[in-house]
């Protein structure tokens, strides 16, 4: 039986949702950390237990660790990941026996982890104010540490680049062959760029395209923007900012009609189309054209706060982490019974441009 236009993924973590990637080469194969402490790998293909009620999926390995998991990443293989989180420490995760192997430690919870396959590194975004560049192939190198002015709250890598940002709306970005190089030699390089975000509240996440020509990033007042490498003017001029997740209610004082605004807690760019899909704290996902500026659509709402997207290598699905936010100031916060992970199989034209169809 063919599976469903969407799904949700059987025995999903029982707390917050912190990331979830697909495996670079298997399109079904999933990764996803959480605050409850673990790691999660997925086939999101395989038939569900007996009795799992129209979920989908299969649940292959959990990886318990000694705190909650903020994030999570493949590395050179399907069995290969990294993960990062409140216990200080960078692993190493062989997701065929659960093997967990230490890379480093930093002094503070090490926000984010992404693995570039372009030149075989593994770098670290830690709240102590570091990146922490390793050789996951040599554990005996001491990694990489290099300073930053800001504390690092999103981080993501293109084929040549690594964007890092961070508070006080400071924009780093790096070129991986030169932290390449300064890992060899124990000497860190200085930034290629340094940028202010066009963004003037907190940056929430950021998203390289594949294309290697730019990045989004998004933060808690409902904005997106979208800026390119090039520092040519004529290449700057291109770079814009929009409002979203966003969404019009009545005033709890007059009834009269008021612009409440969501964080915008994800960004996916897709890896051949070009487009991207955000995630916000409204419950809902849109897929946005990045060239033609504009909104493709939007999926219906979800039930809880979308934390986390990624789309599949091949492009044709995307996962969906939903999990209760903070936006209504919950004191007495529980994701238990309503943290979902969510699978939609992406029409052939879905995520295309408009006038670009197949």
């Known amino acids: 039986m063919a599976p469903a236009a969407q799904f949700e993924l059987a025995q999903p973590p029982s707390d917050a949702i912190s990331a979830l990637v697909f495996a670079p080469e298997s399109s079904s194969r999933l990764l996803v950390s959480s605050w409850d402490r673990n790691v999660y790998l997925y086939d999101t293909q395989a038939a569900a237990a007996e009795g799992s ?119 780093h970005i790096y070129d991986l062959a030169a932290l390449a190089s300064g890992l060899a030699s124990q000497t860190a390089p200085v930034p290629w760029q340094q940028r202010e975000s066009s963004l003037k509240f907190l940056t929430r996440a950021v998203a390289a395209m594949p294309s290697d020509a730019g990045y989004a990033t998004s933060s808690i007042e409902g904005r997106v923007a979208v800026e390119f490498f090039d520092a040519s003017a004529e290449s700057q001029a291109r770079k814009y900012a929009f409002k979203c997740h966003r969404q019009t209610q009545p005033s709890p004082a007059d009834g009269a009609p008021t612009d409440v605004v969501y964080p915008v807690n994800a960004l996916a760019f897709h890896p051949a189309y070009g487009t991207f899909a955000s995630g916000g704290g409204d419950a809902t996902v849109a897929l946005w054209d990045a060239d033609a500026k504009r909104r493709m659509k939007v999926y219906q709402k979800f039930p809880d706060s979308v934390a986390a997207l990624a789309f599949s290598a091949d492009g044709r699905h995307l996962a969906i982490g939903v999990c209760p936010g903070f936006e209504t100031g919950m004191d007495d916060y529980s994701g238990q019974g309503r943290t979902k992970i969510l699978v939609r199989e992406l029409g052939e034209n879905e995520a295309l441009p408009k006038g670009k169809a197949k």
């Open 53 to 171: 009620q129209g979920q989908q999926g299969s649940l292959i390995r959990t990886i318990e660790h000694r705190a909650p998991v903020l994030d999570v990443c493949f590395g050179v293989s399907d069995d290969e990941a990294f993960s990062a989180g409140m216990d200080w420490q960078v692993w190493r995760l062989d997701l065929a026996t659960g093997e967990q192997t230490a890379l480093s430690r930093h002094s503070a919870p090490v926000r984010r982890v992404v693995y570039s396959r372009q030149h075989g590194l593994v770098i670290s975004a830690s709240w102590d104010s570091t990146l922490h560049v390793h050789d996951p192939t040599d554990t005996t190198q001491p990694p990489l540490e290099i300073a930053l002015p800001g504390k690092p709250h999103a981080m993501a890598a293109s084929p040549s680049k690594l964007v890092v940002a961070m508070t006080s709306r400071l924009v």
